[in-house]
């Protein structure tokens, strides 16, 4: 069991983990995918579900200078061109939703509205399908990083591709989770318990890794980030298959 209170054997950095490592694997890449920090340039970013994932990321985002312009939940959605004010942001969540947001420049809008604001960056961060074929053709933004698990279906990548918008896919988007899990339980089986710092540290350099082989694959291969993905680990089977022998296979 993952996740777990830290008084009872939990990690120190799994709250934030998703979110932290999404944000990891986009400024390691930024320069590659285009969204490089520039000297008079404001970074624009739309987060679709402001949930736990969503929430820290938009957070972590702003700590990089990005201005977060769309924001959405469950219950409704807000935009603003100048960017949002996070706290405020929060104090309205906590009331009842971000659409009880209100300031200067802000206006509510249908969640899917904000998939056509202008922005260099999309963070799906909500449910399974977010966006599909009736959407998609809203979408802007050149870059969409995968926070939520499957939110673009199969049809929605296809336009995504062919319009040339890059999808970081969740299955390395999101993988922060899933690693300092692992490190929980590298902890738990060691008896020994590393500080936030080092968990920060540790799953930085797995994202930058990742990142590094699947998009050498993207530039060796001519395909797109997911496929490159699936190709990155299918491969890494292979050689621990081939390492292991064959002999086994061909016993009567």
């Known amino acids: 069991v993952t996740g777990k209170p830290v008084a009872l054997g939990g ?38 579900g402001y949930g736990n994932a969503g929430r820290h990321m938009a957070r972590l985002l702003a700590s990089d200078g990005w201005a977060i312009v769309g924001v959405s939940d469950s219950r409704g959605a807000v935009a603003a061109p100048g960017g949002i004010d996070l706290d405020a942001l929060d104090a309205a969540k906590a009331r009842g939703g971000v659409g009880l947001l209100e300031g200067p420049g802000v ?12 922005a260099e960056l999309l963070v799906p961060a909500a449910l399974e399908e977010m966006i599909h074929a009736g959407n998609v053709h809203l979408i802007t933004a050149p870059v969409v990083l995968e926070l939520a698990n499957g ?4 049809e929605a990548d296809e336009v995504l591709a062919a319009r040339g918008i890059t999808v970081l896919p969740d299955i390395l988007a999101n993988a922060g989770g899933v690693t300092v899990s692992y ?20 799953l930085k350099a797995a994202m930058e890794r990742e990142g590094d082989a699947i998009g050498d694959r993207v530039a060796a291969l001519g395909i797109d980030w997911r496929t490159a993905a699936y190709v990155h680990g299918l491969a890494r089977l292979a050689d621990a298959i081939a390492a292991h022998g064959t002999q086994t296979d061909f016993r009567g």
């Open 11 to 48: 990690s120190l950095g799994r709250g934030d983990a998703t979110a932290r490592g999404g944000w990891y694997l986009l400024r390691h890449l930024a320069a590659r995918l285009g969204v490089e920090d520039q000297p008079g340039r404001v970074r624009r970013a739309i987060v679709q």
């Open 183 to 202: 490190f929980e339980w590298v902890q738990n089986r060691q008896g020994w318990y590393w500080g936030e710092a080092e968990v920060h540290e540790r």
């Open 151 to 154: 939110p673009v279906t199969p």
């Open 107 to 118: 206006r509510r809008v249908d969640p899917d509205e904000i998939l056509a604001l202008d």
